[in-house]
């Protein structure tokens, strides 16, 4: 079974430039994540979705971020115009239910200059 | 109080030596909760679900407490595989929240 697809790897973009990505969950889960991991730190919520429903963003800093996933399956998420402190990992992680075990994409790694 | 709030760590053991990791949690509602792995620039994954009281899996042993609300992992004879993070996570209401996460060293 196909898991969480998550593109770019990497991106090195600088400050007030924009980027996005993108994630394609696994085949039939419902509920997907975008998480925000800076080094040494746990994951963060950034939002959740319920098919192509909003769960929860109350920790998306909407000023800059945004995500959508349109068609209930694939998501993506954009920063713009991107900020030193936006330098962290983007997991993407997909369950069968909002408290169901997560699997997780490997992550797009943004470091921003 | 944090949501979810671990042993900061590090912890660094010996080969073999036992060690045990806890997590608080704020959310007295929260009926389930996990314990994942993250290998050093890699993402998290599932290393025990804790439902009831507590449970076990070989050499790793999950803890439940809902009094005191808080939850401990148990890993005795330590390998060097085991070196890793280890998050806390327990669901609230409709999302999961995670712990920063105790970082774990097994040395030779």
């Known amino acids: 079974e196909a898991g969480v697809a998550q593109s770019p790897r990497y991106k090195i973009i600088e400050k007030r430039q924009s980027v996005a990505f993108w994630c394609n969950p696994i085949?039939?889960?419902?509920?997907l994540y975008w998480y925000q991991q800076i080094l040494g730190q746990g994951p963060k919520l950034l939002i959740q979705?319920?098919?192509?429903?909003?769960?929860?963003d109350s920790q998306l800093p909407k000023d800059r971020f945004s995500a959508e996933r349109l068609k209930g399956v694939d998501s993506t998420l954009k920063i713009q115009p991107a900020k030193l402190e936006d330098s962290a990992v983007y997991l993407c992680?997909?369950?069968?239910?909002?408290?169901?075990?997560?699997?997780f994409g490997e992550g797009s790694r943004l470091t921003v200059l | 109080r944090k949501e979810v709030e671990q042993d900061p760590g590090p912890f660094n053991v010996p080969e073999g030596a036992t060690v045990a990791f806890n997590c608080t949690y704020s959310n007295s509602a929260s009926q389930s909760f996990f314990w994942y792995r993250q290998d050093c620039r890699k993402e998290p994954k599932l290393l025990m679900s804790?439902?009831?009281s507590g449970n076990e899996d070989g050499r790793f042993t999950a803890q439940l407490n809902r009094a005191s609300q808080y939850i401990s992992l148990l890993i005795r004879d330590s390998k060097l595989s085991d070196s890793a993070t280890y998050l806390c996570v327990v669901p609230r209401y409709n999302d999961m929240r995670f712990g920063a996460g105790t970082r774990l060293t097994v040395k030779p």
């Open positions: 804790v439902y009831s």
């Open positions: 085949s039939g889960h419902a509920t």
């Open positions: 992680a997909s369950s069968l239910s909002p408290t169901g075990e997560l699997f």
């Open positions: 979705f319920q098919n192509n429903g909003v769960v929860d």
